[in-house]
């Protein structure tokens, strides 16, 4: 079940401000301590009231202190750095607010423009529109074209800076003719491994190592062999 969202103002009954003063003041010692003990800080709590007349303190009396006496033996300058008052903290919020406001109607008016401009390209007649919402369209169309422009020249930049792209490799020729390379035998060098026989080296020559002529047996046959 959500719990309701407390409203920050002066409890007028007096019962209940004493009961929320002791549930509160012991919910901020359990932080301030897991606070302390998490982090590896420094810190105590020293809280007043009205009708005690000692004031609650955490983690003793003496230790507090002696942590405010440190804190009041610093500089100035490192005392007052980070230390805001009620005053001060309003006025930083309300800055705050403001900015987040301002920058939620800036938001608001670009989508209306928007959405004229989407209007007009659908034929909606502008002759309707004030002062200030057509200076506001027309700012709009002039930031829009801007931001296309810009978009464009990167664009254009980019490609001219580009590395040209890699040659296409080149077929060998046997490949683009569809033609088998010649073997090396037909080129005129033999196969590797290969060698003419020794029978075929002597016909081909007219001597024999003896010094005599061959006589081709084929050619000494009588012609009446041949018709």
């Known amino acids: 079940m959500a719990r309701n969202k407390v409203k920050l103002a002066w409890i007028v009954n007096d019962a209940t ?45 003496p230790e507090a202190a ?30 705050k607010l403001l900015e987040q406001l301002r920058r939620q109607q ?4 670009e989508i209306e423009m928007t959405w004229l401009t989407w209007e007009g390209f659908h034929g909606r007649s502008f002759d309707d529109l004030g002062v200030e919402d057509a200076s506001a369209l027309a700012w709009s169309v002039d930031t829009k074209l801007k931001e296309v422009n810009d978009r464009r020249e990167l664009l ?29 035998e037909r080129q005129g060098h033999p196969a590797e491994g290969s060698q003419r026989p020794n029978w075929l080296m002597d016909m081909m020559s007219p001597w024999s190592d003896e010094g005599q002529m061959y006589v081709d047996p084929i050619s000494s046959w009588p012609d009446s062999l041949f018709p």
């Open 17 to 61: 401000r004493r009961a929320t003063l002791k549930k509160r003041r012991k919910g901020l010692i359990k932080k301030v301590r897991e606070l302390s003990i998490l982090c590896g800080v420094e810190a105590c709590v020293v809280v007043y009231t009205p009708h005690e007349n000692q004031p609650v303190t955490w983690p003793s009396l």
């Open 156 to 184: 254009l930049k980019r490609l001219t800076m580009a590395p040209p792209p890699p040659p296409m490799p080149v077929a060998p020729a046997a490949a683009v003719t569809g033609m088998m390379p010649m073997p090396m």
């Open 66 to 95: 002696e942590m405010m006496a440190r804190f009041k033996s610093m500089p100035e300058i490192e005392r007052s750095r980070k230390m805001v008052n009620q005053e001060t903290f309003l006025h930083l919020r309300i800055a």
């Open 106 to 109: 800036r938001e608001n008016r």
